[in-house]
């Protein structure tokens, strides 16, 4: 049967989490976590994401129950794995480095075995220091039911990582390391991204620039520039002719481009989403 991961990105919409000179952890946390979502949905896993866009899962309620909700997803959609995604904080500024928590209940267990592949994982793909297992009484990994970890990508406190986290070759590596340890704690084969430029499928590209236009017609002007941005990826994959180009949307209108790509996908055909994606790239790596 299919396995079920259930995909964490730490914090959301208010709560930003640790805050850094320039980033704000909660984002950095959703921007790894979509990159680690499509490199398992590649190598065949089911994936469940308990945010996709910059919100508290939780509509309303206290920080407290938005983490209970959380666990209470992946419970119910009887996910075979939690991963919670953060980065960390510390006093030293130049603490730096990759660690993977577990719940104190799983030392010595497989839990702990996996986080040490995971750790290992990131950091040579990331090329950071690997700062091994933590245990601690996070309420995500106590309040799962499966087995689950607690992702601390780096210190937002230390300068140098902090501006690699700002890089989306950085957060690829990242992502892509997770998933490849992630895989092999499934048995399910990894497939590493394909080489070179993106492709799609022609009538899936021409759908989705469809959909972009249509998008367009009823949109403010920053968004219409960012719905042309979108759809001008999308041509350039699918070798369509690019006729207008209105040059790069600000990024608060990319964000929310973005954010609508992510909306749709999940009600897209394979072929589409892959359409999407290309589109969420090119907005994210503005
Ligand atoms: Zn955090």
Known sequence: MQKIICIDPGHGGPDPGA??????????????????????????????????????????????????????LANTAGADLYVSWHYDSSGNPSTDGVSVWVHPSQKGKRTEQWAVAISTSIATAASQKDRGVNFGDFQVLRDTAMDAVLIEGGFISCRAEEARMADRAFLLQQAEGAAAALCGILGTAYVPPSSGAPTCDKQAAEDVIALYSQLAKRATPAMVVAANFAANAVRRAAGIPITTDLGKPT?????????????????????????????ADALRAL
């Not at 921007?31 to 994401?49: F, I, N, Q, T, Y």
């Open 19 to 72: 805050v850094g000179a320039h980033l704000r952890e909660s984002d950095i946390n959703l921007r790894v976590s979509l990159l680690l979502r499509d490199a398992l949905v590649r190598s065949g896993v089911r994936v469940l994401m308990t945010r996709e866009t910059d919100v508290l899962p939780l509509k309303s309620g206290t920080i407290g129950e938005d983490l209970a909700y959380r666990a209470r």
């Open 251 to 279: 990024a608060e209108a990319a964000d929310r481009m973005e954010a609508f790509t992510q909306a749709v996908w999940h009600m897209s055909t394979p072929q589409v989403q892959e359409c999407h994606h290309i589109a």
